[in-house]
């Protein structure tokens, strides 16, 4: 059975900065691509950033040159390094393996 495990979210304040972590149990992980979307309130679910197996990323334009996705494939486990954070980035992080397998979500929040 494939589970996603997120951490990392919190409170923190605009231009400042949070580490998103996303293990994933079973075998799968390092044969699929992953990526991180996010879900503000009233407002439909986005994706953030994706890499697939081979490490190529993908980003909104949104989030470009402030936010980096990795994986570490030893230890199933993708993470979302987010600097110069703003209030918008306010949201429910989620990540996905495999355009199937959801995590449950961690919450980000910036406040200005």
């Known amino acids: 059975q494939v589970q996603l495990v997120e951490s990392g979210g919190g409170l923190v304040q605009a231009g400042g900065s949070l580490r998103l972590s996303c293990v994933v149990s079973?075998?799968?992980?390092?044969?699929?691509?992953i990526g991180w979307y996010r879900q503000a309130p009233g407002k439909q679910r986005e994706l953030v950033a994706r890499i697939d197996s081979s490490g190529s990323t993908d980003y909104a334009d949104s989030v470009k040159g402030r936010f980096t996705i990795s994986r570490d494939n030893a230890e199933s486990t993708v993470y979302l390094q987010m600097n110069s954070l703003k209030p918008e980035d306010t949201a429910v992080y989620y990540c996905r393996l495999a355009e199937r397998y959801w995590g449950q979500g961690t919450q980000v929040t910036v406040s200005s």
């Open positions: 079973g075998t799968i992980f390092r044969f699929n691509a």
